[in-house]
């Protein structure tokens, strides 16, 4: 972060030293997009230790329940550029190389001991923490592990030691577990699920598999859900075809790796070129010439303009809606069993992928938001009011930053409290009514299938 020195602002906002009074120009342009500081988040090494709001609450407050949804942490890449030699990264997990963790070592050993767990379907046949010498496509790394290993020790600091969520005697009913069928992010789940819960007891471990990316388990048929993304699609395509500097960037690319750029194109390059940038490994070379910062800061340049146009145009966001209704309405539905005394899944763990985590953000209306970064968090924190039991707020907190009244449905809310949260109602009623207004429907079903005028 670049600090510029300024003179001191006044309350009111003006400059002491200025005179006039200067009308804001409302037509500035956005701020200019910095290609390679948003990688570095993106890719998120793990280095100072991070401070999170996490847990904040006034002391009347009594914490019920968390519920956590994670994208995984670094991996290989699931794409190959063509003709160039894949990026040399070491999958095996060694507590002497960096980035480590003080716990990764008790890791490994605790991992090899997990057969007693009660793991869905394929989730068994997977293997719980990452081993090849040369990462195989789509592998958690060390980089990866270690991320999830600093999640759930910060979280464990708070939710366990401070607010006492779950004691050392807790039961399996107590958590809920879910994953995606991928073995990085079983493995992610499992990195966070240890340091949370260090020595956790195999016995009580009950993973179950989610074959869904957006975790629309038994409500996945939503035609107009897919209507939205192929939309959403076209508006992909028709920003990147006018694109000029991209275009020329790939054809250059095409002719270092001799292939035609179409071709190029379709390996998703920017895919393996994020790794080799958050690997700090020199990007490929051929006889021809060499991948270089420059082609990488045009295509992550576009891929920003992409997200940023993404919110603006409401294609993704309808798409978001009914793509995180079932996920939002399964956390709302235990959230008000938890309210209403029940002991059950206080502690929740959903697994997942960027295509997860990126539409809630957009559904809940957080639009400020980064793209998911590598082992990016996204948490729900259910409070009880210890003056009036019967009532109950959320937070809402995305990688430590308390974004409750960036929420469509609680942005209002907080100019006229005191407390420092949304009320659960506020919560409940958008999932379970206001969502579907902007499609003018009352229900799911009927928004899944109401075609726009």
Known sequence: VHLIP????????????????????????????????????????????????????????????????????????????????????????????????????????????????????????????????????????????????RNGQLLREIYINKHKLLLSDWTAKQLYLETTGKSRT???????????LPDFDWKKINMRHQWSTIFCSGSCDCPMRNHYLEEEQRRQYSLRVKNNDLEKIYVDMAKIVGIPTRQLRASNPIDSLLCYFCHNVSFPCTKTGCIGMEHFKVIKRHQLEDERERQEKKLYFLYALLATHPLLNQTVNRLQRIAEGKKEEIFVLYSAHDVTLSPVLSALGITEARFPRFAARLVFELWQDGKRPKEHFIRILYNGADVTFQTSFCKDYYKRSSKPMCPLEKFVNFVKRDMFLVFNSTSYYDACRRRPL
Do not use: W
Request: net charge positive; aromatic share 6%; charged share 20%.
């Open 6 to 149: 300024v003179n001191p602002i006044r309350e009111d906002g003006l400059n002491p030293k200025s005179r006039k009074r200067i009308m804001p120009d409302l037509l500035t342009e956005p701020p200019a997009i910095d290609p390679v500081y948003e990688a570095h988040i993106y890719c998120n090494i793990p280095t100072i230790a991070e401070r999170s709001m996490e847990g904040h609450a006034p002391h009347y407050f009594k914490l019920v329940s968390v519920q956590v949804l994670i994208r995984h942490g670094d991996r290989y890449p699931l794409y190959a550029i063509p003709k160039t030699k894949r990026p040399d990264i070491d999958c095996m997990l060694l507590p002497s190389r960096k980035p480590s963790h003080p716990q990764l070592e008790a890791f490994i050993k605790h991992m090899s001991k997990g057969s007693a767990a009660q793991m869905d379907g394929a989730l068994s046949s997977l293997p719980r923490y990452p081993s090849h010498s040369l990462c195989e496509m789509g592998e958690l790394t060390q980089t990866g592990v270690v991320q999830h290993l």
């Open 186 to 196: 079983l493995q992610s789940a499992l990195a966070l699920l240890y340091t949370f």
